[in-house]
């Protein structure tokens, strides 16, 4: 391998992207003798301060790290999350939920959802959401652990996530990263000095006058990007066209009584709020697009729809949907909110974090940074934020609503290829393609395009293997098993109380 080893790793900013990295990376390359890693934060500057949704990913991250999960929940005040809830995207009064884990049971090797769409051809199936226990058990308050062991059991088939205090995580992961032997440094950054010759970054300085030099930089500066978008000038791909929505409004209520393990979002005129309630209390906030809603409108819309008491003033965050051009340039590998962002519709940011995180660790460079590793990390993060795009601009194109301009202009999207594509295909035999191991499993694809009323105008052909009254049967007997199999579950205020995670 060409190059010297990498001995200082600096990571700029110290919000949740900075703690995931700096806790994920002393974790497995903190006992290097030659290694130092050091984290840098600005408290005047602080954090986004927002961010409260995840997918099931995180568990795979919490388990790199070593994290207790019961310490976990209880440390970031989180609530367990069986799916995202979408209310009125596809037309006033309705709704679907997007859940974790997968539809069903196994139906001799053919997707559950084959035999789903049959159903529905002979007049008989119920809708989808009655056949996943994520959204049964939702819907009942209720939590318990998926049983894997168990596979004639349909809790085999559920996965979960977290709903969590954010800011709790980062400050979590810090001790964990101190621990670790990560220094942190608290000051603002100054001014970045570039080497002459090649352009990497050598150096930042801090307001201090303190100058800490490195070999790597991780940019987890936040929207600000100052070393990938204002040192090294990294273009940014803007996205608006398909992702309109470019501002936020938040504000975190009282919680009263108890909640489903259940993230919302509800469409509104020019965009859709979010409702994720956690142990403490329940965290809200309106995307909107600005083009069509004033900050003041968006607000009160916010203010009028919060289940509980306002705990603070109302944040405002603008932002724009895109990523960095390359994620990784000369020396600077950005992660968070410095290297793109999607707007949080599917709770994506903090699992794209975790997957730069563990592209970096798999093509860890040495100080020669070989462009065709570089180049592969960039090709894969472009593909994930494209992906995950292509997803969220379903949920939009999708829907019936054309009650203002707002939805007129996202049901009249041009769809990017790729979900041409998806739903092409969909439409034809009600197939579900993933590509190259995307994020988002066909469940996901499935519920949202079925939630989103795109039809199916077929079925696999080996659907049609069981004969009419016996498919009845089947759908008949998953619906109880899935009824019954809830009824036995605890709620999940239970459940935190059972496992010591209750705060
Ligand atoms: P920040 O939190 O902004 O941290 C930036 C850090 O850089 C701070 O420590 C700051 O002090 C430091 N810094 C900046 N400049 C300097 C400087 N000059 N010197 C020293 N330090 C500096 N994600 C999800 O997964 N789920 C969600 O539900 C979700 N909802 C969201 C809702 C909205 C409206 C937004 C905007 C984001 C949401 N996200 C969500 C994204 C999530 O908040 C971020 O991805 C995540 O918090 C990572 O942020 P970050 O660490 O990149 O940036």
Wanted: with cysteine; charged share 25%; proline share 5%.
């Amino acid at each position: 391998m060409n190059g010297d080893p990498i001995s200082r790793i600096v990571i700029v900013g110290g919000g949740t992207a900075g703690w995931m990295a700096a806790a994920a990376i002393s974790r497995i390359m903190g006992e290097l003798p030659d290694l130092t890693i050091t984290l840098i934060e600005s408290d005047a500057i602080g954090t986004v301060g927002v961010g409260e949704a995840t997918i099931p990913q995180l568990i795979g991250f919490n388990k790199l790290l070593g994290v207790d999960e019961r310490e976990f929940v209880r440390e970031t005040h989180a609530t367990y999350k069986l799916g995202i809830e979408f209310v009125d995207w596809l037309r006033l009064g309705h709704s679907y939920v997007h859940p974790f884990g997968s539809y069903g049971i196994d139906m001799k090797g053919i997707e559950f959802h084959q035999f789903w769409l049959r159903g529905r051809a002979l007049g008989e199936a119920a809708e989808l959401d009655d056949y996943s226990i994520a959204v049964a058990a939702a819907k009942a308050g209720k939590f318990l652990w998926p049983r894997p062991d168990q596979p004639n059991s349909p809790l085999a088939r559920l996965s979960y996530a977290f709903q969590f205090d954010a800011g709790l995580y980062a400050r979590y992961l810090r001790r964990r990263a101190e621990a670790q032997g990560v220094k942190r440094i608290e000051g603002r950054v100054t001014d970045v000095s570039q080497d002459g010759e090649t352009g990497h970054v050598d150096a930042v300085t801090l307001e201090s006058g303190e100058r800490v030099e490195g070999e790597l930089f991780i940019d987890c500066s936040g929207f600000r990007a100052l070393l990938i978008g204002q040192t090294l000038g990294v273009p940014f791909t803007d996205w608006t066209d398909w992702l309109p929505c470019d501002r936020a409004v938040a504000v975190p209520c009282t919680l009263a009584g108890a909640n489903e393990p259940l993230t919302r979002s509800t469409a509104r005129p020019a965009g859709w709020q979010w409702r994720i309630p956690l142990q403490h209390r329940i965290g809200n906030g309106h995307v909107y697009s600005s083009t069509h809603m004033s900050e003041d409108e968006a607000t009160a819309i916010l203010l009028a729809n919060l289940d509980g008491r306002p705990l603070a003033e109302p944040r405002h965050l603008r932002f724009t949907g895109g990523l960095r051009q390359r994620a990784w340039e000369k020396n600077v590998v950005a992660l968070g909110l410095a290297g793109g962002f999607l707007e949080p519709l599917e709770s994506t940011a903090i699992q794209l974090v975790q997957a730069g995180i563990a592209r970096l660790m798999s093509l860890f460079p040495t100080t020669a940074f070989a462009p065709v590793e570089m180049e592969r990390y960039n090709r894969e993060t472009e593909e994930a934020y494209t992906d995950i795009r292509d997803f969220l601009v379903l949920h939009y194109l999708a829907s019936e609503r054309d009650d203002t301009a707002f939805w007129r202009y996202c049901r009249n999207l041009d769809p990017p290829d790729g979900l041409k594509e998806k739903l092409a295909m969909f439409r034809s035999s009600g197939r579900v393609i993933r590509e190259h191991n995307e994020l988002f499993t066909e469940t996901s694809w499935l519920s949202v395009m079925v939630g989103q009323g795109v039809q199916a105008r077929g079925y696999h052909p080996a659907a049609a293997l069981l004969d009419e009254d016996e498919t009845r049967r089947r759908l008949g007997h998953i619906r109880e098993v899935i009824a019954t199999t809830v009824s036995q579950m605890p709620t999940q205020e239970e459940f935190l109380a059972q496992n010591g995670s209750a705060i």
